[in-house]
C-alpha cells in the first residue's frame, strides 16, 4: 500500500509550481510573440503622422482624397491640406508637409518646378495624358484659338480664368500675345467660379472661352471642345506627378511606396470628381470609387512590407 509521506508531499508541491510557471512563461513568451509582431508592423510604417498637401483643382480634390483614404486603410493617420499653387509646392520643398500627387507637368507648374526641384523627391506620374488649354461649348463656331479674333464682341474680350499665378492663366494670357487677341484680358477668379460661370452659359447657350483643363468633370457634364493651339502656347500634352520631401522614404517607408506606385486614368479620376459636383462629399466619393476598384488598389498597396 502506498503511503503518503511529507517527502511525498514536497515532490507534488514542486511538481505543480513548476506547471504554473511554465504555463505562465509560455504566456509571456506568446504575448512577447504577438507584441513583437505589432512592433515590427509599426517599425515597418514607420511615422504614421502624414500630411499630404494640394491645391484645391477638381483633380487634386479627388486624386489626394482617394490615396489618403489608401494610405490610412493601411494604418497612418493622414491629414490633406489644401493650399495655393506656390505654398504647396514650398511646403513639401521645405519639409513642412509630407508630399503631394498634384504637380502638372511641364508647363502648368513648370516654374515651381525648377525653383523647388532639387528640394524634393519626384516619384513619376500619377496620371498621363493630361491637358490644358482654352475651352468653349461646341455650339460655338470657332475651331482654334486664332479665331477669337472674330468673336471679340461677341466674348466682350473675356477669357475666363482661374486662380492668378495658375500655369494654365499664365499660359492664356501667353496666347493673347502669340495670336495677338487685341481687346482679350484674362480675368481670374477661382476654379469654383470659372465652372460656375460656365454652366450659367452653357444653361443659357451664350458664348464663353475658358482656361480649361483635362480631366476634369466639366467634359463629362457638357458638350465642350478645346480649341487648336498652332502656336503651341499652352504646350504638349502634360503628366500630373508625385512629390515628396526628402527624408520621406526613411520616415515612412511603406507611405513612400504606396505613393511612388500610385498611378490611375483620366475615366477613374473623372468618375471621383463627377460625384463630388453631382453632391457627394470629397471623402465618400473617394471610398465608393476604393470600394468599387479594389484591383486598383491592390496594385499600389501590393509589395508594401
Not at 491645391?55 to 489644401?82: C, F, H, K, R
Not at 461677341?154 to 481687346?183: C, F, H, N, R
Not at 499652352?234 to 526613411?250: H, L, P, S, Y
Request: proline share 3%; with cysteine; charged share 25%.
Amino acid at each position: 500500500m502506498f503511503k503518503l509521506t511529507w517527502k511525498h508531499v514536497g515532490l507534488v508541491l514542486v511538481l505543480m509550481l513548476s506547471l504554473v510557471l511554465a504555463a505562465c512563461g509560455g504566456g509571456d513568451d506568446t504575448a512577447s510573440d504577438d507584441n513583437n509582431g505589432e512592433d515590427t508592423a509599426d517599425s515597418n510604417l514607420g511615422n504614421k503622422e502624414i500630411e499630404l498637401v494640394y491645391v484645391e483643382w477638381d483633380t487634386e480634390v479627388a486624386s489626394t482624397n482617394v490615396i489618403a483614404q489608401v494610405l490610412e486603410e493601411q494604418g497612418y493617420d493622414v491629414t490633406v491640406t489644401p493650399l495655393d499653387n506656390a505654398v504647396m509646392w514650398q511646403s513639401v520643398a521645405t519639409g513642412d508637409a509630407d508630399g503631394m500627387v498634384a504637380a502638372w507637368l511641364p508647363a502648368t507648374h513648370g516654374e515651381l518646378y525648377e525653383e523647388y526641384k532639387d528640394q524634393l523627391v519626384q516619384l513619376g506620374p500619377n496620371l498621363e495624358g493630361a491637358k490644358i488649354g482654352l475651352v468653349v461649348p461646341e455650339y460655338m463656331d470657332i475651331s482654334t484659338i486664332g479665331d477669337l479674333k472674330g468673336a471679340v464682341d461677341e466674348l466682350d474680350g473675356t477669357i475666363t480664368g482661374i486662380e492668378p499665378g495658375a500655369g494654365v492663366v499664365q499660359a492664356a494670357e501667353k496666347s493673347v500675345e502669340d495670336y495677338g487677341l487685341d481687346g482679350f484680358t484674362v480675368e481670374t477668379s477661382s476654379s469654383g467660379a470659372m465652372a460656375t460661370t460656365l454652366g450659367e452659359a452653357v444653361k443659357n447657350e451664350e458664348p464663353i472661352v475658358v482656361t480649361g483643363w483635362s480631366p476634369h468633370w466639366k467634359f463629362s457634364k457638357y458638350e465642350l471642345k478645346y480649341l487648336e493651339d498652332p502656336e503651341g502656347s499652352f504646350g504638349e500634352a502634360e503628366t500630373i506627378e508625385t512629390m515628396v520631401r526628402e527624408g520621406f522614404e526613411e520616415d515612412s517607408p511603406v507611405a513612400y511606396q504606396i505613393l511612388d506606385n500610385f498611378n490611375w486614368a483620366a475615366e477613374d479620376i473623372e468618375s471621383v470628381m463627377l460625384e463630388i459636383q453631382n453632391g457627394t462629399s470629397p471623402e465618400d466619393a473617394a471610398a465608393n470609387w476604393i470600394e468599387n476598384n479594389q484591383d486598383k488598389v491592390d496594385e499600389w498597396t501590393s509589395g508594401v512590407e
